[in-house]
C-alpha cells in the first residue's frame, strides 16, 4: 500500500527475516513457474497494468494477497519456461549493454553542452570584432542607467561591491571583454515568498515554484495561482519579460529558466531568485549562468543544513565575463545552432532507448503467451 503499490522485489538466499504489514510475501510451487520468470512479468507492463487493476483504495491503495490471487498470466509449460527463461536473459543482457551504451551517449551529449557553454564563456565560441563596442563601455552604460533608476526611485542605491581579485578569475577573456560581478549588470536580484496561509486560488496570476522553473523553459505542470490582490502585496517580487529565474534551493537548485518574451506577468516563491539584467541580452545571461563555472558557483556557495540555499549577497558576488553586446548576440546564435543539434542526438538516444525497452516488453509479452491461468492456480 501507499506509494509503492506494486514495488516487488525477489530474495534469492535462504535469509530470515521479519517484514512490515505493507508488504506480501509468496512462493511458487516447485517447477510451476520460474520465480525470476515470474519477477520479471510482475515488473512488465501487463504484470503493472494488473496491479494497478485490482489494486483497491483512492485516497491510499493497497494490493492485499486476495487481490494478488486474481492477476492473471498465460503460462507455458515448465520445459518451455527454461527456453524462454534463457532466451530473455541473453536478450536482456544485450539490450543491458546496448541501453547501457546509449546512457553513455546521452552523458556525452551533456558534456558536449557543457564544453559549448565553456567555450561561450571563454571567448573562444565564435570569432571577435574589433568594431564591437568594448564591454568596457557596456558597463559604463550599464552603470549609468542604474544611477538613473536610483534618482527615478525604481530601484534602491546599494552598498559598493568589493573589487574582484585575481584568486577569482579562472582563466584569461579576450581583450574587448571585461570580468564583473553579476550585481553590476542587474537592476534587481532577489527571491520572493509563499502567501500567508498558502493562499492560492485557481487562477489569477501564475505563481512559480522551483518544480516550475526549468532550464529549458517555465512549466506550467503543478502551477499555482495568486489573486490580484495577493499579486499587489507581493510587487517586489513581479516577474517580468524576459527575466532569469534561478532555483535557489533543494534538489533543484541551479536550475535556471529564461522568461519568454510573450509571457504577462506572475510571481515567485522564496524558493526562486529573480535576475534581472540591465542593457544585456538576457538570454546571453541565462546562458552563463548554466556554464559549468557558474554552476560551480552555486553550489559551492550554498548555506545551511538538510535544504541548502544560495544567499543573496553569494549570488551577486559572482564574476562574471562580459563581452561587447554584438559578441553577445553573436553567441547566443551560436549556441542556439549548437543546442539544437544536442537536442536532435538526444532525441535519437532517447528513442533507441525507447525501442529496446519496447522490444524487452514484447519479449516478455511473448514468453507468457498460452492459456491464462491466476497466479494463486501456480503459487
Given at each position: 500500500?501507499?506509494?509503492?503499490?506494486?514495488?516487488?522485489?525477489?530474495?534469492?538466499?535462504d535469509t530470515?527475516g521479519?517484514?512490515s504489514?505493507?508488504?506480501v510475501v509468496f512462493?511458487v510451487?516447485?517447477k510451476?513457474?520460474i520465480?525470476?520468470?515470474l519477477?520479471?512479468?510482475?515488473?512488465?507492463t501487463?504484470?503493472?497494468?494488473?496491479?494497478?487493476?485490482?489494486?483497491?483504495g483512492?485516497?491510499r491503495?493497497?494490493?492485499?494477497?486476495?487481490?494478488?490471487?486474481k492477476?492473471e498470466?498465460a503460462?507455458?509449460?515448465y520445459d518451455?519456461?527454461?527456453?524462454?527463461?534463457e532466451k530473455i536473459?541473453?536478450?536482456?543482457?544485450?539490450?543491458?549493454?546496448f541501453?547501457?551504451?546509449?546512457?553513455?551517449?546521452?552523458d556525452l551529449?551533456?558534456q558536449?553542452?557543457q564544453?559549448f557553454?565553456?567555450?561561450?564563456?571563454q571567448?573562444?565560441?565564435v570569432?571577435?570584432?574589433?568594431?564591437?563596442?568594448p564591454?568596457?563601455?557596456l558597463?559604463?552604460?550599464?552603470?549609468?542607467?542604474?544611477?538613473?533608476?536610483?534618482?527615478?526611485k525604481k530601484?534602491?542605491?546599494?552598498k559598493?561591491?568589493?573589487?574582484i581579485?585575481?584568486?577569482?578569475?579562472?582563466?584569461?577573456?579576450?581583450?574587448n571583454?571585461v570580468?564583473?560581478?553579476?550585481?553590476?549588470?542587474c537592476?534587481k536580484?532577489?527571491?520572493?515568498s509563499?502567501?500567508?496561509?498558502?493562499?492560492?486560488?485557481?487562477?489569477g496570476?501564475p505563481f512559480?515554484r522551483?518544480q516550475?522553473?526549468?532550464n529549458?523553459?517555465l512549466?506550467?505542470?503543478?502551477?499555482?495561482?495568486?489573486s490580484?490582490d495577493v499579486?499587489q502585496k507581493?510587487?517586489?517580487?513581479?516577474?517580468?519579460?524576459?527575466?532569469?529565474?534561478?532555483?535557489?534551493?533543494g534538489?533543484?537548485l541551479?536550475?535556471?529558466?529564461?522568461?519568454?518574451s510573450d509571457?504577462?506577468?506572475?510571481?515567485?516563491?522564496?524558493?526562486v531568485?529573480?535576475i534581472?539584467?540591465?542593457?544585456?541580452?538576457?538570454?546571453?545571461?541565462?546562458?552563463i549562468?548554466?556554464?559549468?563555472l557558474?554552476?560551480g558557483y552555486?553550489?559551492?556557495s550554498t548555506t545551511?543544513?538538510?535544504?541548502?540555499?544560495?544567499?543573496k549577497y553569494?549570488?551577486e558576488?559572482?564574476?562574471i565575463?562580459?563581452?561587447p553586446?554584438?559578441?553577445?548576440?553573436?553567441?547566443i546564435a551560436k549556441?542556439d545552432?549548437?543546442?539544437?543539434?544536442?537536442?536532435?542526438l538526444?532525441?535519437?538516444?532517447?528513442?533507441?532507448?525507447?525501442?529496446a525497452?519496447a522490444?524487452?516488453q514484447s519479449?516478455?509479452?511473448k514468453?507468457?503467451?498460452?492459456?491464462?491461468l491466476k497466479?494463486k492456480?501456480?503459487?
Amino acid at each position: 500500500y501507499r506509494v509503492n503499490v506494486g514495488s516487488i522485489a525477489m530474495l534469492e538466499e535462504d535469509t530470515v527475516g521479519l517484514i512490515s504489514p505493507a508488504y506480501v510475501v509468496f512462493k511458487v510451487k516447485h517447477k510451476s513457474i520460474i520465480p525470476n520468470l515470474l519477477l520479471k512479468f510482475l515488473k512488465s507492463t501487463e504484470g503493472l497494468r494488473q496491479i494497478k487493476l485490482h489494486a483497491k483504495g483512492t485516497v491510499r491503495q493497497a494490493l492485499r494477497y486476495s487481490d494478488l490471487c486474481k492477476i492473471e498470466i498465460a503460462l507455458p509449460s515448465y520445459d518451455e519456461q527454461v527456453d524462454f527463461y534463457e532466451k530473455i536473459t541473453n536478450t536482456e543482457i544485450e539490450g543491458s549493454i546496448f541501453s547501457t551504451e546509449l546512457i553513455d551517449q546521452l552523458d556525452l551529449v551533456r558534456q558536449l553542452r557543457q564544453a559549448f557553454l565553456r567555450e561561450a564563456m571563454q571567448g573562444k565560441l565564435v570569432p571577435q570584432d574589433h568594431n564591437d563596442e568594448p564591454a568596457s563601455e557596456l558597463l559604463a552604460k550599464i552603470k549609468a542607467e542604474k544611477e538613473q533608476l536610483i534618482k527615478e526611485k525604481k530601484i534602491k542605491k546599494q552598498k559598493p561591491l568589493p573589487p574582484i581579485t585575481q584568486e577569482e578569475i579562472h582563466f584569461e577573456i579576450p581583450e574587448n571583454w571585461v570580468w564583473c560581478r553579476l550585481r553590476e549588470v542587474c537592476s534587481k536580484i532577489g527571491s520572493g515568498s509563499t502567501p500567508k496561509g498558502s493562499n492560492y486560488s485557481n487562477d489569477g496570476i501564475p505563481f512559480f515554484r522551483s518544480q516550475n522553473v526549468h532550464n529549458d523553459g517555465l512549466v506550467y505542470d503543478d502551477i499555482k495561482f495568486i489573486s490580484e490582490d495577493v499579486h499587489q502585496k507581493m510587487n517586489g517580487t513581479t516577474v517580468l519579460t524576459n527575466d532569469v529565474l534561478l532555483n535557489i534551493t533543494g534538489g533543484s537548485l541551479g536550475r535556471c529558466a529564461l522568461v519568454p518574451s510573450d509571457f504577462e506577468e506572475g510571481n515567485v516563491s522564496q524558493h526562486v531568485s529573480i535576475i534581472r539584467p540591465v542593457k544585456l541580452e538576457n538570454s546571453y545571461l541565462h546562458k552563463i549562468i548554466l556554464s559549468p563555472l557558474i554552476q560551480g558557483y552555486i553550489f559551492n556557495s550554498t548555506t545551511g543544513a538538510g535544504r541548502e540555499g544560495l544567499p543573496k549577497y553569494n549570488l551577486e558576488q559572482f564574476v562574471i565575463p562580459l563581452p561587447p553586446l554584438s559578441e553577445q548576440q553573436r553567441i547566443i546564435a551560436k549556441l542556439d545552432k549548437l543546442m539544437q543539434y544536442c537536442d536532435k542526438l538526444e532525441q535519437s538516444i532517447n528513442q533507441s532507448l525507447k525501442q529496446a525497452e519496447a522490444l524487452r516488453q514484447s519479449i516478455l509479452k511473448k514468453a507468457f503467451e498460452g492459456k491464462l491461468l491466476k497466479i494463486k492456480e501456480k503459487n
